[in-house]
């Protein structure tokens, strides 16, 4: 709390009169984040010069440039320190599929991508997300959370379109 009260350049006192505990400004965070990814994603649905294999590398890759500084991989610590934060980016991660789905099955329906089960590609990519979480590989490996993100979804994406 000092330091973010250090960098908004305001008394920790004062942060608290908005947020009466550190989970519940962590809780705050989560909902903030996340929606920003949200908002990301939907620039990506909106953008027509985007082919749907395109949209669903962005989508699968969505993080808007404004968090490119956070360093997720000490997300890790999440679900031994506060379980309840951990709780619910596990439920953020696990809703608000409905656009990858929709683009998914666009490109099944176009050909583009192969028929698949959308249950197992999306249960790939959360719990690949969720033991970035959980366990410290990215940090023991010295790989960023955006080239782990990128490395993933290649390699999904390169399991799934027809060439």
């Not at 990301?40 to 985007?50: H, I």
């Not at 980016?89 to 959308?118: C, D, F, P, S, Y």
């Not at 970035?132 to 782990?148: G, H, M, P």
């Amino acid at each position: 709390m000092d330091d973010i009260a250090r960098n908004l350049g305001i008394s920790k006192k004062t942060i608290y009169t908005v947020f009466r505990t550190k989970e519940q400004l962590f809780l705050t965070m989560v909902d903030y984040i996340f929606d920003g990814i949200k908002i990301s994603e939907q620039q990506v649905m909106d953008n027509e010069k985007l082919t749907v294999v395109e949209k669903i590398r962005k989508i699968f890759k969505v993080m808007p440039e404004t968090y490119s500084e956070i360093d997720f991989r000490q997300l890790y610590q999440l679900k031994g320190k506060y379980p309840k934060i951990y709780k619910k980016v596990e439920k953020r991660l696990e809703t608000g599929w409905e656009n990858t789905i929709a683009l998914l099955e666009q490109g099944m329906k176009q050909g583009v991508i192969r028929k698949i089960h959308i249950p197992i590609v999306k249960m790939m990519l959360e719990s690949t997300l969720e033991q970035f979480f959980q366990r410290d590989i990215l940090v023991k490996n010295q790989i960023s959370y955006q080239e782990a993100l990128d490395e993933v979804v290649d390699i999904l994406m390169e399991g799934i379109v027809i060439v």
